[in-house]
């Protein structure tokens, strides 16, 4: 079996009660270690991560996921981290502490016989976004791509690096509380085939000739398995502070969407 999941948010100042956050997040990765020959993370685990020149007394936190990762990862499941929005800023930390290889940008992988593309989610625009938006949401996109291309600027990915860890995290922790509660004021629920930018863009592939079985992303913080015309689907994971909700792949490629009780 091959696991997704996504949008965790370790750390946000906006979930209550983190340590049972952070334990059912291990329970939910233990539950998944029972099958598992791959977890993929898939962007956002951490609400604010960011690893700095000198030593940051706030990851200890993060001491038990860590540890579960490496008990994973000595089992022998191939554990995967995507990059997402809130932490993109790991040079090598995350990989040492848990032994998951990191992918930084998206990435297409074959496995039991279909094609995955998959990707956080952040950035991913059909490339006539700028038309089929009204003005409004399109000043909004863009707003968000350049602050995105500011987070992934080396300078400023140097400057900030070189900022005590209680500064620096002071200021990304509640930088990542406020867009995290403009959430819960204001969701943003699935927009409709028409307007959801993960669905156009997958269909955009698909009329390219690029063909992908699943296309997987999280990001949105919503739930979503929707099979576009050429026979693709498209999948959200949803999140894993609210919903819990993760995908598995078995081996003979059927990918199916679930919910974790604990
Ligand atoms: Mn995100």
């Known amino acids: 079996m091959i696991y997704f999941l996504s949008d965790a948010h370790l750390g946000s100042l ?19 270690s029972k099958d598992a020959v791959s977890i993929y993370m898939m962007g956002d685990m951490f609400d604010f991560w960011m690893e700095y020149y000198t030593h940051d007394h706030g990851k200890h936190q993060y001491s038990p996921f860590f540890k579960e990762l490496r008990k994973l990862n000595k089992q022998g499941i191939h554990l995967h981290f995507f990059t997402g ?35 956080h989610g952040d950035g991913v625009l059909p490339s006539n976004w700028q038309e089929i938006y009204p003005k ?49 004021d204001n969701p943003c629920p699935y927009k409709g085939e028409d307007q959801e930018e993960l669905v156009l863009f997958a269909k955009e592939q698909e ?19 929707l099979q576009i015309a050429s026979g693709s689907r498209v999948v959200i994971l949803g999140d894993c502070f609210k919903q819990w909700t993760y995908a598995k792949l078995d081996n003979k490629g059927q990918l199916t969407m679930h919910n974790f009780e604990s």
């Open 85 to 119: 929005n809130h932490d993109l800023w790991t040079f090598g930390g995350i990989e040492k502490l848990s032994g998951c290889q990191i992918h930084y940008e998206p990435c297409n992988i074959t496995r039991y016989g279909k094609s995955l593309y998959l990707s």
């Open 14 to 32: 906006a979930i209550e009660r983190s340590w049972a956050h952070q334990k059912k997040l291990i329970d939910l990765l233990e539950e998944m």
């Open 136 to 184: 409004k949401i399109a000043r909004k996109i863009k707003r968000f791509m350049r602050l995105r291309e500011m987070f992934r600027s080396p300078f400023l990915q140097f400057c900030f690096r070189c900022l005590p860890p209680a500064w620096g995290n002071k200021f990304g922790y509640n930088w990542a509380k406020r867009s995290r509660l403009k959430e819960l």
């Open 207 to 225: 009329q390219r000739g690029v063909h992908h079985d699943y296309y997987i992303f999280g990001h949105r913080h919503i739930e979503l398995d």
